[in-house]
């Protein structure tokens, strides 16, 4: 019966996700789904981003929190549209809280919707919530084993972006495993190592973000 019960949720909510990524799609716009642990660095990462991009690429985030806007004011006064999304404790965003905001953005003048997922590496990958893809954001500082610990979101993932690299050399953290299993988990998936304190490998991420972008403009982008 609790196998029926969230068979039924996932399709309700794929059925909506789907409806999500229509929309978006009609305006040719990107939907990134940004996951990741608490404290991983999702939120020092839009920041670079936003700002490196400000010039090129109209960027609006939506920002999932169990309570707190704390995040969404750090993307604010990066001067991109935002839209907090609060679930009162619930561990992950749905497509019903993603398409219930889309309105409040002027889709017409915007490249990317990013979606900084809440804070877990559990929930948020069983989920689709009309994104094209979803990056995940692994911090060095969170040890090599999370990988083969939480497979679905990294084999879910279209990115991984392994931050906090300036810290390696404090750290007994090796990378050529986690590369590996990552690879293993997901042959496909874009690797990159930055620092979102240096500024590290942030030129990988920022031109694969402006990629799939070009892409879904073009229309050649295929969502999963």
Known sequence: MEIQVMTNILDKNDRIAAEVNAIVSAHGIFCLNLLGSPGAGKTSLLERTIAELADEVNLAVIEGDLFTAKDAERIARQGAPVIQINT?????????????????????????????????????????????????????TEGEDKPLKYPLVFKEAGAVVLNKVDLLPYLNFDMAAVKADVCSIHPEAALMEVSCQTGTGLAG????????????????????
């Not at 979803?134 to 911090?139: C, D, E, M």
């Open 205 to 224: 991420w920022y031109d694969w973000l402006k990629v799939q972008i070009a892409n879904k403009k073009a229309g050649c982008w295929r969502n999963g």
């Open 88 to 140: 009162g404790g619930g561990c992950h965003l749905d497509a019903a809280m993603v398409k219930g905001v889309l309105d409040k953005l002027d889709l017409y003048s915007l490249d990317m919707i990013v979606i900084e997922n809440v804070g877990n590496l559990v929930c948020p990958a069983e989920f689709n919530i009309g994104e094209d893809v979803k990056a995940v954001v692994l911090s060095v």
